[in-house]
């Protein structure tokens, strides 16, 4: 789980000011929500693709499919599944396949493989640019961006908690698991009971750890004074730049883009 | 004024037995007090109500007494973990947290920023990310935070305790500028071997009870209090202890200096004659073979790693924190696979085994023991190796373990419950249970007070005599030449030394590129001439007692 941590880069990525990438995620999400077509799909992903390369996160990027894979192969199976209780929505292309199995009447075609590929291919951008915020953005910057957006502190300073965290907890989760296995845990060579057994035992000193954790911060919060009913102040501010102007509009060229190729090349799924 | 705590005692519930007792003492303004004391004797409680955090944060308990601290006081305490002190993604953004907090313009929290980090050297690390310092970084980072809020006490709770001799260096350098500012300086810790220096004014506390009170050379004179509070105190000190019981006219001294100026007045100063280092002499049955790690994301941890680790023996792996010790470790024992190389036990290649499979000859126990434990009682925690190897045991041997090591009182009691020393401890004795050859300890001492350092030192003595192999990653460097055959050091991922600690001990070479100072009865054996280089105290002192007897002669 440390692919979900932020990376430390000095990318175009990173250097966008926090409100433009949420902006950007917020619009992603809404367009890869309702985008059913799959040349537009494509068009989008190429575009998300040249953002990767120009920001040097390929490597992350490809981190983030790996641990995807499963998740987009079962998505696709389901939808291609689906599909083969259909018929084609268009004419044209190739059949593999049509007739009755146990009453049920199967078509095996092209449309299969499309509608599986479409879904599978808008969870993964939905997902990608979610990621791309996340490890473009440290918790600090989350937190300055929310508070710019007039999100109250407390809920600003959770969510950035949250994911100063999930590196502690992933750390700690890695360090149990090699202390037991190193008394004699048997963790690499067993079955799946065995392997949900051996979670359950790592759980009770995690959520020791994680209980120790929280009241430490707790304390923290405490030493430094930290009450939300009393109005901060704040060091550092962030501001728009050229680059988010620049950004945004390679952002809504890449929206328009995507909803023209949606009129123009749309077959139902 | 100073501040004064006033007849404070203390119960976490109506029922429930008082942690503090009657306690009256007083901070001296713009010094650095030390406040010391065993494992439950109410160290941490006392900071609690310093700090505030009793009543505020725990207001379910009887508080009594006064603390006359001044009107709107500001306590502020480091954590032995600044990683779970810091908030902030940027060194910048964790030192500004606290300052926005008390609603400071931004220009003050700017200028105050500056003072700090240019009083304690810091502007170096300003830009970069928390997560990428070292243990002495943050924790000097953490004290900077504190600092900007320009507190009136500074509370440091065990500050050093898992920091390697660069990390301690740091938080001793940073500590001798807050002094030189006029800061007050509470330091919890029981251990002084890293503070004597610095601390002005000892606080002992034993039982909920303030033992004594005063200057800490009237401290480092009372030998019966410093084993009373189970205090570790420099090895200059004890060397002090024992000189003293041969030269009543000996002046008092706990540092290295002192140590030479006093010394030099008893004993004449010569060259030490060099004699043949006795080799570590074993059957090398646990071996790395051109080892190499490279990490996922291109540091290489190891580099061409030859190393042969003889039976029956205690060899010690030392160098600074990244030098590459735990990475070692982690391939002997199968946690990490070596990008390149081999390591055989037996001479056997042990890479295609599993973990688990390895742990029957070779174990390693960890430096945090919360990893480790999850059993419900200690009874079932120190036997769980056994269990998992499937090894036989009875109950009188488990009764006899417990009994031994002072735990028989807590055998039925929750593990997380215990202090840190005895946790640490019941990790180390559940492998006595196990069938292994090789021990491995990370880091041993953490939490560890006198006498539970002494019982580890029996263990070790113990598991030597069983002819098993104790490979120990310590930067606590006095007791690592007391219980070690031999040694490896390791910087930037290479191998520097292997072989006895006769050999090492003749090797400042060594030490100083690695930065790491040799105990001070090595020191000052070779100093004065002895006969052999001392590796303990009680052999240093019967050293000096043949010389001066000699000389009266």
């Known amino acids: 789980m440390d692919y979900l941590q932020y990376v430390d880069k000095d990318s175009f990525l990173h250097r966008l000011d926090p409100r433009t990438k949420f902006f950007f995620f917020l619009a992603m999400a ?114 300055l961006g929310l508070c710019k957006w007039h999100m109250p502190y407390a809920v600003s300073f959770a969510v950035g908690l949250v994911f100063q965290i999930i590196p502690i907890i992933i750390t700690e989760l890695k360090a149990i698991m090699e202390a037991q296995s190193s008394r004699g845990l048997e963790i690499e060579e067993c079955g799946v009971a065995t392997k949900i057994k051996n979670y359950i035992i790592f759980s ?19 030493f430094y004074k930290l009450n939300f009913g009393v109005k901060r102040t704040s060091y550092k501010t962030i501001k728009a730049s050229a680059y988010d102007a620049w950004f945004l509009l390679a952002t809504a060229f890449a929206i328009a883009g995507t909803i023209v190729l949606r009129i123009f090349f749309y077959i139902p799924v | 004024m100073n501040y004064r705590i006033q007849h404070i005692t203390y119960q976490y519930a109506p029922e429930q037995k008082e942690v503090l007792r009657d306690v009256s003492l007083e901070i001296q303004k713009s010094a650095v007090t030390a406040v010391v004391g065993p494992s439950g004797c ?16 725990e207001s379910n308990g009887v508080l009594q007494g006064e603390l006359e601290l001044g009107e709107d006081a500001l306590v502020s305490v ?37 003072y700090v980090l240019d009083l304690l050297n810091l502007q170096y690390l300003r830009k970069r990310s928390v997560a990428a ?33 660069n990390g301690k260096k740091m938080v001793q350098n940073v500590l001798n500028q807050l002094r030189a500012d006029g800061t007050t300086v509470l330091i919890v810790d029981n251990n002084l071997e890293w503070s004597a220096d610095i601390v002005d004014r000892v606080v002992g506390l034993y039982d909920g009870c303030v033992l004594f009170d005063g200057a800490k050379e009237e401290f480092f004179r009372d030998f019966d209090l410093q084993e009373k509070l189970g205090v570790t105190i420099p090895q200059e000190a004890e060397i002090y202890r024992a000189i003293a ?22 004993f004449t100063q010569k060259t030490f004659s060099v004699e043949a280092p006795k080799e570590v002499v074993g059957e ?50 199968g946690l990490y696979k070596p990008t390149s190389g081999d390591v055989r036990y037996n001479g056997q290649s042990i890479l295609k085994k599993t973990v688990a499979q390895i742990s029957r000859n070779i ?87 006198l006498h539970i350092k002494a019982q580890l030192e029996e263990i070790i003595a113990y598991l030597k005599q069983q002819g098993k192999t104790v490979l120990m990653i310590s930067h606590e460097i006095p007791l690592v030449f007391k219980v070690a055959d031999g040694a490896v050091i390791l910087s930037g991922g290479k191998k520097v030394y292997e072989g006895s600690k006769e050999a090492l001990s003749r090797r400042e070479d060594i030490f100083d590129a690695i930065n790491i100072s040799l105990p001070p009865v090595v020191q000052l054996s070779k100093r004065y001439g002895f006969s052999k280089i001392c590796y303990n105290v009680a052999d240093f002192a019967q050293e000096a007692a043949r010389l001066l007897a000699l000389r009266e002669e």
């Open chain 1, 30 to 143: 809404v367009l890869t929500s309702v985008i059913k077509s799959g040349v537009a799909l494509v068009f989008l992903f190429a575009f998300f693709l040249a953002i990767w390369i120009g920001c040097g996160i390929m490597p992350e990027m490809g981190k983030l499919f790996r641990q995807l894979k499963v998740l987009l192969i079962f998505i696709f199976l389901l939808w291609f599944v689906l599909g083969l209780f259909e018929q084609p929505p268009v004419e044209g292309g190739p059949i593999f396949y049509e007739g009755t199995v146990l009453n049920m009447k199967l078509c095996f075609d092209w449309y299969d493989f499309y509608k599986g590929l479409v879904y599978a291919l808008r969870i993964y951008l939905m997902i990608a640019s979610f990621f791309m915020v996340l490890i473009t953005t440290n918790f600090s910057e989350i937190i």
């Open chain 1, 204 to 222: 009770i000193p995690l959520l020791f750890r994680v209980i120790g954790k929280g009241h430490a911060i707790s304390l923290a919060m405490h």
């Open chain 2, 42 to 57: 109410g160290k941490t409680t006392l900071v609690d109500i310093l700090s505030g955090v009793i009543p505020k944060l």
């Open chain 2, 78 to 114: 480091v954590s032995q973990s600044p990683e779970n002190q810091l908030f902030g993604y940027g060194v910048e953004d964790a030192i500004a947290f606290g300052m926005e907090n008390m609603g400071l313009p931004a220009e003050e929290i700017s200028e105050r920023m500056e």
């Open chain 2, 133 to 165: 310092l070292s243990g002495g970084q943050r924790q000097a980072v953490c004290i900077a935070s504190v600092l900007a809020m320009r507190p009136d006490i500074l509370i440091m709770d065990e500050p050093v305790s898992s920091l390697d001799p």
């Open chain 2, 245 to 266: 019981k041969l030269n009543s006219g000996v002046e008092m001294f706990y540092s290295m200096q002192g140590a030479i100026d006093a010394l030099d007045r008893i």
């Open chain 2, 284 to 333: 090398a049955f646990l071996t790395t073979h051109q080892l190499n790690k490279v990490f996922a994301d291109g540091f290489q941890a190891l580099k061409e790693i030859n190393t042969a680790f003889p039976k029956g023996k205690v060899i010690a792996i030392m160098g600074q924190n990244g030098s590459g010790k735990t990475t070692l470790v982690k391939h002997l024992n």
């Open chain 2, 363 to 449: 174990i390693l126990v960890f430096q945090h023991p919360e990893h480790m434990l999850f059993e419900q009682t200690v009874t079932q925690e120190i036997t769980f190796c056994a269990r998992m190897q499937k090894l036989e045991f009875t109950e009188e041997q488990v009764a006899e373990v417990l009994e031994k090591y002072g735990l028989k009182d807590d055998a039925e009691t929750f593990p997380i419950n215990l202090s840190m020393g005895k946790k640490h401890l019941l990790t180390i004795l559940s492998v006595l249970f196990s069938n292994a050859d090789v021990v491995i300890l990370d880091e041993p001492t953490l939490g560890m007070d």
